[in-house]
T-cell receptor, first 115, second 112 residues
Framework: AQKVTQAQTEISVVEKEDVTLDCVYETRDTTYYLFWYKQPPSGELVFLIRRNSFDEQNEISGRYSWNFQKSTSSFNFTITASQVVDSAVYFCALSEANSNYQLIWGAGTKLIIKP | EADIYQTPRYLVIGTGKKITLECSQTMGHDKMYWYQQDPGMELHLIHYSYGVNSTEKGDLSSESTVSRIRTEHFPLTLESARPSHTSQYLC???????????FGEGSRLTVL
């Protein structure tokens, strides 16, 4: 069965610290996609990244980076030099190619960046 | 910037009222979804549609109904609102080429 686990319910760090949000997934499909979304206090969901199961290269986008490891079924998200504006709930999600792109969502990790 | 719009953004109504939450997208996406979410909590799929005249119930049981008469429009209706319906409702559509889910800004419903 598909499943996405974000074990960290809430993380609180001081501004400028690096922080990693964990995401572990379960799937039987060999073709699947992984996503990260950000939900700031305003409530909208903002797409951050999509990664397919055949591309294990790590990705860096500014202060954001993602570490995809199929061996451990993990797709972790790191924010370097965190800023107060990074405070949000972050969701990891999984979809299988054969499931018509229906996303399975993790429970979310609330990230609090203190000034 | 996603071209998916929800109205109203905020709504406070009394118990027993009928309401319709509107969702429209201009991207030509066939697949559309409605999620229910309490603030900062997990998203729950309540309805989805794979195209015109196609609607299905999601993982979370909901007393709401949906319709898909046009590709761009996917409204959600509550025939008789109750306080337990108080939540945020998020509409989304999928780019079939990338699998990316585009979200509207959400409709925050409060039923008194």
């Amino acid at each position: 069965a598909q499943k996405v686990t974000q074990a960290q319910t809430e993380i609180s760090v001081v501004e400028k610290e690096d922080v990693t949000l964990d995401c572990v997934y379960e799937t039987r499909d060999t073709t699947y996609y992984l996503f990260w979304y950000k939900q700031p206090p305003s409530g909208e969901l903002v797409f951050l990244i999509r990664r397919n199961s055949f591309d294990e290269q790590n990705e860096i986008s500014g202060r954001y980076s993602w570490n995809f490891q199929k061996s451990t079924s993990s797709f972790n998200f790191t924010i370097t030099a965190s800023q107060v504006v990074d405070s949000a709930v972050y969701f990891c999600a999984l979809s299988e190619a054969n499931s018509n792109y229906q996303l399975i969502w993790g429970a979310g990790t609330k990230l609090i960046i203190k000034p | 910037e996603a071209d998916i719009y929800q109205t109203p953004r905020y709504l406070v109504i009394g118990t027993g009222k009928k309401i319709t939450l509107e969702c429209s997208q201009t991207m030509g996406h066939d697949k559309m979804y409605w999620y229910q979410q309490d603030p900062g909590m997990e998203l729950h799929l309540i309805h989805y549609s794979y195209g015109v005249n196609s609607t299905e119930k999601g993982d979370l049981s909901s007393e709401s109904t949906v319709s898909r008469i046009r590709t761009e429009h996917f409204p959600l209706t509550l025939e008789s609102a109750r306080p337990s319906h108080t939540s945020q409702y998020l509409c989304a559509s999928t780019d079939a080429n990338t699998g990316e889910l585009f979200f509207g800004e959400g409709s925050r419903l409060t039923v008194l």
